[in-house]
């Protein structure tokens, strides 16, 4: 009988041991999970506030990007306001506020404003630099076929016929562009100037082929002698 009692004995005592580790390691790691849900807890509450103040500035810098640009636009066209200015000092602010608005949020319409402030302040090459940009960063036919007719005036401008062609066969190119016909008259327009008379009659035709019922088509006509 006590050597009965003595093994229980030893039993419970080398087992009380386990039972402490056991609820040690426990509450280790309770305390492993309770720091991993703060971590958790935070990195989502950080992640939160920086979507709300992303979504804050975004906001902010839309609005004010189209400030800026509304006061370009006003400048530029002349409104009532900006009437008493100068063209040259309306077209250098008007450049002003739009690149500040380009910076502020870059949008491809503001960007084809740059270069028509340039081109109206005689800075062709910057004009072009500016359209060359606008081409390569965005596709919206509309804006890219307006870009290509301003920089070919722009070439025509700086007496440079041949880019000033490319750059309306560019604008060509583009399907359903709405100003085509424009491209094809200028381009004959170009070609005639030049003393390439047969090529120019054949952009005159394409164009009262094409575009029929075009404005430009009776001009077209009476380039070529027809009424």
Not at 17 to 44: C, H, M, N, S, W
Not at 137 to 163: C, V, W
Not at 207 to 221: D, H, Q, V, Y
């Amino acid at each position: 009988m006590p050597k009965a009692i003595k093994k229980r004995s030893e039993k419970r005592i080398a087992a009380e041991p386990d039972i402490k580790e056991t609820v040690v390691d426990i509450k280790e790691r309770l305390k492993g999970k309770q720091r991993t849900l703060v971590y958790a807890a935070t990195a989502f509450v950080v992640m939160m506030l920086s979507i709300v103040v992303f979504t804050v500035y975004k906001k902010t810098s839309s609005s004010r990007a189209l400030e800026l640009e509304l006061e370009g636009y006003k400048l530029f066209h002349g409104d009532y306001q900006a009437r008493m200015i100068p063209p040259v000092e309306r077209y250098k602010k008007a450049l002003e506020m739009f690149k500040k608005s380009y910076v502020t949020k870059k949008r491809a319409d503001v960007l084809l404003y740059i270069a028509n402030c340039h081109y109206e302040l005689g800075n062709y090459d910057e004009a072009v630099k500016t359209l060359k940009e606008l081409n390569s960063q965005f596709s919206d036919p509309k804006i890219i076929s307006l870009s290509y007719y301003k920089m070919a005036m722009a070439y025509e401008r700086k007496g440079d016929t041949d880019n000033a062609i490319s750059a309306l066969k560019s604008l060509l190119s583009i399907k359903d562009s709405a100003l085509q016909d424009m491209a094809l008259l200028e381009t004959g327009k170009i070609l005639e100037l030049s003393g390439k008379a047969e090529e120019a009659k054949t952009k005159y035709r394409e164009l009262i082929n094409k575009f029929p019922k075009s404005g430009l088509s009776n001009e077209a006509r009476a380039r070529l002698g027809e009424k």
